[in-house]
């Protein structure tokens, strides 16, 4: 499940969580025209978030990766929750080292 929010960094605001990018581009449409008559504000973010409610756009490259494989992970579990249980926290850092240490066999082994 996708989540996404709207920020508004003149207002210092931010949307509640949507599940659809019509809603988020709602969300950023409805707060431009209601509070700035239809401007956009300087630095405004919209994105798509982590079940921490980091914008993935935000995190490094392999936070980013971690984020989105225990997002998975917990989304299995339950889509209504936020926050990463520890185990998909645990499993998505097993996966990405093993993944790590599997290319840097092959590497090794093609030397
Ligand atoms: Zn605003």
Redesign the pocket.
């Known amino acids: 499940m996708r989540r996404y929010r709207y920020r508004?960094?003149?207002?210092r605001?931010t949307s509640p969580v949507v599940h659809e990018l019509e809603a988020l581009a709602a969300v950023g449409e409805a707060?431009?025209q209601t509070?700035?008559g239809g401007h956009f504000?300087d630095d405004?973010l919209a994105g798509q978030i982590d079940r921490l409610g980091r914008w993935y756009a935000a995190l490094p490259p392999l936070t980013a990766l971690h984020a989105r494989i225990a997002d998975a992970l917990s989304d299995l579990r339950d889509i209504k929750t936020v926050g990463h249980y520890w185990w998909a926290s645990t499993g998505a850092t097993l996966l990405i080292a093993a993944t790590a240490a599997l290319a840097l066999l092959l590497v090794a082994s093609a030397l």
């Open positions: 508004c960094t003149i207002c605001t707060h431009r509070l700035h504000p405004e």
